[in-house]
């Protein structure tokens, strides 16, 4: 990918990342799934966790909840894969037919497992009601697995071992396979040693920078690595994300974290965080280091930057709150825009955003304030949509800053809250020395 | 599913849902949809789009960027299915390995394509940069195949019919993909006739019902419609969808509508809208015909509530803007909420809702106001976290609601800004002959 030149063939590092000593596939049940009803957020899931333990999900499958569908998925499955992951289709319906399928395709009766019914009475018995024949369908277990109980629902999960295949069935509500896997199906791999409590993956999470420029910034320092390390590199809407996974062999977890921090210097203030951090968040830390407050006044974000202070808990010591002024009467009215401001340079322009991030300053007395205006879109004004002006205001002064953002209204919306964040970012790196000073005198 | 009594072997309506004339198969290329970084969102678009012409994909699968696992994947599809959909590994560089290893799966040479070798050209004469070598590999078609031109990237698709099947290619960025997919894949399906213009599916939104609840209400209706429509649900964090599809030989369009009319006068004010409306869009539309506006007061939402209504173009007719007030000073200070209400009831109360709800709309002279005070968690206060109240101030008085809400912050969030709309609706429901006076008064 990105850290290999165009004309390579595929080098070390990208086939690495596909050697691994098990295969493992993940067979995901549900009709919903192919008809767009619903993302398989299992995979993403169960991907993130099986590669931080060294034991990469080898391949994926989405099928029907078809029982011919499903015995062939199964069989195919477990003739090229040594770990089988199946999600969903344990339910108590007539349509949930992943035990009795794969039961099939291991030419496995099916056996009722005494504690799977005794879970099954309990759960019941504690909500006060009754089971039903189906729930006791759910009891029953490919012959020679194990249950995995099931704290959150009643479908027990299947853990099975033959011909030295592992086979695991896990319920497809999220809140019930989360703990399931975690709790059960993890350590079990652990203690395989199929997958490893390796030292973690370094995450480096960068801003403001294309995919290319970060790719080639850190090339020179990864190549050196060689296919001591598997690096991976995606990009998101507002960021570039790089990770560091140790391989078997490789860099240990103090090197890895050495290597981090060489391509953290590389690339300067593009780098926002190790693991996956949210601007909000970093600069909402930035801000209680220094102990001081923040305001926002937004126009066409509507609220946004704001609600992205307030996904974190104790965000209140720093964040004062924000103004939504979604018409000018409402500038004029709370924030005091001047109209002579809105008559001469209109609500989007540098002169307003400024206005409004001082203005919300002093409304909310805090010591630093952004603000938004712009035109989200479909329809421009002025100026064509996308445009977005930035205010900024603090101790040391106030500024402002105009972008043209791509996309449609909620990207423009999102990429205005990102950029007005970075504008902040950018401008305390600037100021961090006085910064400094101002809040010792606190 | 659903629709099925527990005790029933799979009846006709999940049966026919699978059995199409056409199999459709999508591979989706890449190491990022199998180590957690990204979720494969074709298969969401596709499996919607394909499925409302009357072509469900019937199985999917997430492949790694290696060419043994390529090919192989490539095989067992060609063998099974007679639409494949492959996406990713079109672009220029050397891991971008999808199109040759297609061309041997078939085993059919690669040829130079000279109108994608054209646009190729013309896409970086535009841009006033040069193609490097690795761009002309991009060329390359299958012979026999045709290239489908992308606009907005270099990689060209393909469209391959061989031996009874169709092999369609595609770029792996969604805005290459999408058009691509829209304007030269569908109309060439569409031709063959196997997908179908027909009747579009009736999409029913629910609100405040569970899955289960939803079914119950809709089963003898749909019951008696028998197989000659196919029907989804599909709980969501709020709602809970119904979708009405018609099958070749049942119901037609408008036999459809008149079904989704019984289900709607069923569902009573549990039905929220056709379609997948967001709940703002439902409100905002209501409160546009009635020619009034709205403002809000958020505490713990933190301008969630303000943000989605402006999400929607259009929205500053009837939203007028909003007061995020995360700290007691704030609530004071902008909303002038009597010191009395904080220090006897608390900033998270009954009187304290409606309080900050009656002075955002004497402060921004709107005809409704909603407010959300709360705790978002992970800490409660006096009350456990996810307690939050609701305050509502319309012109024939001021209500509050208590609800307590499941899940982490962000889902506390989420949910409380759902409860304050509904709210709302259910209010402007009650009193809906009451606006219709006022509203014709203007």
Known sequence: MAQQTPDDKPTGLAYRAMKTLHRVELVAIGDELLNGLRANSHLVYLGDLLQKHDLGITRASEIRDEPEEMLAAFQQAL?????????????????????????????????????????????????????????????????????????NGTAPGQWIEKDEKVIVLLPGPPRELKPMFEEQVLPRLLKKAWAKEGAPPVEIRTLGLGESVVADMLEPILAEAGDKVRVAYCAHMNYVDVRLTPVEGGLDGKALRALGEVCRQRLGIGFLGYGTPDIACVILKQLRGLNKSLAVAESCTGGLLASRFTDMAGASKVFKGGVVCYNNEIKEAILNIPDCILSQHGAVSAECAVAMATAVAELMESDYALAITGYAGPNGGREPAGTVYLGYHSPVGAWSRKVVLPGNRIAVKERAVVASLDFLRHKLEKYKMYDLLESLKC
């Open 79 to 151: 003739e090229r894969s040594d770990l089988i992951i199946v999600t969903g289709g344990l339910g108590p319906t007539s349509d949930d037919r992943t035990a009795d399928c794969m039961a099939s395709a291991l030419k496995t009766p099916l056996v009722t497992n005494k504690a799977a019914e005794e879970a099954i009475v309990e759960f019941f018995r504690a909500r006060d009601r009754e089971p039903t024949p189906n729930n006791f369908k759910q009891c029953e277990i490919v012959e020679g697995g194990e249950a995995l109980l099931n704290s």
